[in-house]
């Protein structure tokens, strides 16, 4: 299925591209569970156990199949562009990235993802990245060893899940021959070098994107 990217003000939305602006990622926090309430300028989320309420406006980014063509439509009738509540519904399934601004939850990105995963989902931490060298992949999990500095060495194993994105040369002409429903298998192999920006949720390492810097050598 197609996705559509939109972000919305105060009720309204309006189509447009992935911010290119990094400058607080450091900041940034991520959270996974489920719509419980939506307003025109905030909308509340299960995680876990509690509720995290998340103020939203015209920096917020959304993501969800069939925004695009209810944009469209919106645009269409003379009005601004559909209502939060027109591409994200109660009981919806997100993953939020957010800013603590002064006691304040602004979230920059929503996007609605299949499943939240065990317990619920659940609050992160900020996102950290790892770089080294595949060397299990499988549908839901992938390990990585590297140098850590001094001689030293790690290993790693980040989770994967459908809301995990695939970087790397071919990962785009090669997901749209699929369909859009690649699995990361065909994307990522043993051996290949890559760079993977995480949050850890409880214990947990979940991959938020997996950067395919250079493959595997092949075997002769």
């Given amino acids: 299925m197609k996705r559509s990217l939109i972000v919305f003000a105060l009720g309204a939305l309006a189509v447009a591209g992935w911010p290119t602006t990094q400058v607080l990622a450091q900041e940034t926090k991520n959270a996974r569970g489920t719509v419980t309430a939506l307003a025109a300028d905030s909308v509340t989320v299960k995680v ?17 199949v ?46 609605a993802i299949a499943s939240v995963g065990a317990a619920g989902g659940g609050a992160a931490t900020d996102t950290k990245t790892a770089n080294g060298t595949v060397k299990s992949i499988a549908g839901t999990s992938m390990t990585i060893s590297g140098s850590s500095g001094s001689g030293a060495t790690f290993t790693q194993t980040f989770s994967i899940d ?31 070098h890559v760079s993977v ?3 850890t949720t409880g214990t947990t390492l979940h991959a938020a994107e997996i950067r395919v810097t250079s493959k595997a050598a092949p075997a002769k």
Avoid: C, W
């Avoid at 876990?48 to 969800?64: N, P």
């Avoid at 695009?68 to 009738?77: F, I, L, M, N, R």
């Avoid at 785009?172 to 859009?180: F, L, N, Q, V």
């Fill in 48 to 64: 876990g156990e509690q509720e995290m309420k998340f103020s939203v406006d015209g920096k917020t980014a959304v993501e969800a």
């Fill in 66 to 111: 069939g925004a695009g063509t209810k944009a469209k439509k919106a645009q269409a009738a003379g009005q601004p562009g559909p209502k939060l509540s027109d591409v994200v519904k109660v009981g919806q399934p997100v993953a939020v990235s957010y800013r603590d601004m002064g006691g304040t939850l602004h979230a920059s990105r929503i996007r």
């Fill in 197 to 199: 920006s995480y949050h």
């Fill in 162 to 192: 459908g809301t995990t994105k695939v970087i790397g040369r071919g990962a785009g002409t090669a997901s749209a021959a699929a369909g859009g429903k690649t699995a990361v298998t065909d994307l990522v192999g043993n051996g290949d």
